[in-house]
């Protein structure tokens, strides 16, 4: 597939930009369809970040993602985002409309859910859950589950400030919590969701008691690199239901491929080994 015989072309802006698996699912998702497409690693310095903008339209590209350190800079930097993209504050999906106009949106909220719901379809939405930073990715989870019926959304940061300011931001349930006491927070929670890069290779791991943590609950980390956290395994090792982060980046990226590609993909279990063969 292609608009008047040429080559689509996507791509991911960010800085550094080579961590990104987003070129090989990405790529994945084109040969299996049999797309003429491309979709390349765009690196993009933040001081250059509104020349790289103006330039989707001369190139022609259809759209691109936006990943770190860009995503905040972008919501501020599109003629247009959708009030999703707004609520979270940050934009991750850009798509170049017909006009030239630059849309953004979020899809990290939708991501987050469709792996949770694929990888733990029993969560309990009806029991308080924590949710372990308040960066982008934290406001993108908190969205997620406030709209899922969560009755108690208990957020944590190592920067209590930055909580707090969410929490007071977003409508909802939120109650902040101090760092020293994010063990106490996990009392009858139905689930835990950490969204920082503590537990990341090469950074620090994720100090958390998970002793008064419900047998029932699920654990879930958006990290991928491990794919198998410290914090999932000692989940695991306790009984508790886990969740990957690598859920989260296929599906996050399923909208945006629609709307540049013209296909909505498929999450199987082949491109869930294809991108992890990449990760080993």
Known sequence: MSFGGRTILAGVMGWPIGHSRSPRLHGYWLRHYRIDGAYLPLAVAPEDLPTALRGLRALGF???????????????????????????????????????????????????????????????????????????????????????????????????????????????????????????????????????????????????DLGSLPADAVVCDIVYTPLATALLRAAAARGNATVDGLGMLLHQARPGFAAWFGRDPEVTPELRDFVLADLA
């Open 62 to 208: 259809a759209g691109v993602n936006v990943t770190v350190p860009h995503k905040e800079a972008v919501l501020a930097a599109v003629e247009s985002a959708d009030p999703l993209a707004r609520r979270i504050g940050a934009v991750n999906t850009i798509t170049v409309a017909a006009d030239g106009g630059l849309h953004g949106t979020n899809t990290d909220s939708y991501g987050f859910s469709q792996n949770l719901g694929q990888a733990a379809p029993g969560w309990a939405a009806d029991r308080p859950a924590l949710v372990i930073g308040a960066g982008g990715a934290g406001r993108a989870v908190c969205v997620a589950l406030l709209d899922a019926g969560v009755p108690e959304l208990r957020l944590t940061n190592r920067t209590g400030a930055r909580a707090d300011a969410l929490a007071s931001e977003m409508r909802g349930p939120i109650e902040p919590v101090p760092w020293a006491e994010r063990a106490d927070a996990l009392d009858g929670a139905g689930l835990v969701v950490n969204t920082t890069t503590l537990g990341m290779t090469g950074a620090p791991p994720l100090d958390l």
